[in-house]
């Protein structure tokens, strides 16, 4: 299976609480915070909804 590195690169301050709790969700803090995930229906969901917010990169 497919994974995807996601990296928080814009702060979440001055964002809807909805796009506050996806980044929570998705395990990401701190800018440049960063967290490997498995390349999925529903990570790819949380990842559109925040997408302003992250850079995606895939591993393999």
């Known amino acids: 299976m497919a994974k995807v590195k996601v990296t928080l690169i814009r702060s ?19 800018l440049h915070s960063s967290v490997i995930l498995p390349d999925n229906a529903a990570t790819r969901g949380a990842i559109f909804k925040v997408a302003h917010l992250v850079s995606i990169e895939e591993v393999k």
């Open 12 to 30: 979440v301050t001055h964002r809807q609480p909805t796009q506050r709790r996806t980044v929570k969700a998705l395990g990401l803090g701190k």
